[in-house]
């Protein structure tokens, strides 16, 4: 398997496992936990489109990545109360 295979493989391990985390809500801790490996999966999803030239990727990927980091924002103090 080449470079680009194994970072879509990556990316796809990385968003099946985080919707997954997500959507059990669980507690805050995972569900933080799973907002932040959506945020590496669209970095991974970026980059690709980035090295594949497609901008549709890339942009979508941005903007979910904006999307995670108001994800971690908001569960972030409820993980944080929970520990507690």
């Known amino acids: ?13 990385m968003t099946v496992l985080a919707a997954a985390m997500v959507a059990a809500n669980w507690n805050a801790r995972i569900t933080v936990s799973g907002f932040a490996l959506f945020i590496l999966a669209s970095i991974a999803w970026m980059l690709d489109g980035w090295l594949e030239d497609k901008s549709s990727l890339v942009i979508q990927n941005a903007v979910l990545l904006l999307i995670n980091i108001l994800g971690v924002y908001r569960w972030l103090p409820r993980a944080q109360a929970e520990a507690e």
């Open 1 to 13: 398997m080449d470079e680009l295979g194994i970072l879509r493989t990556a990316a796809t391990v």
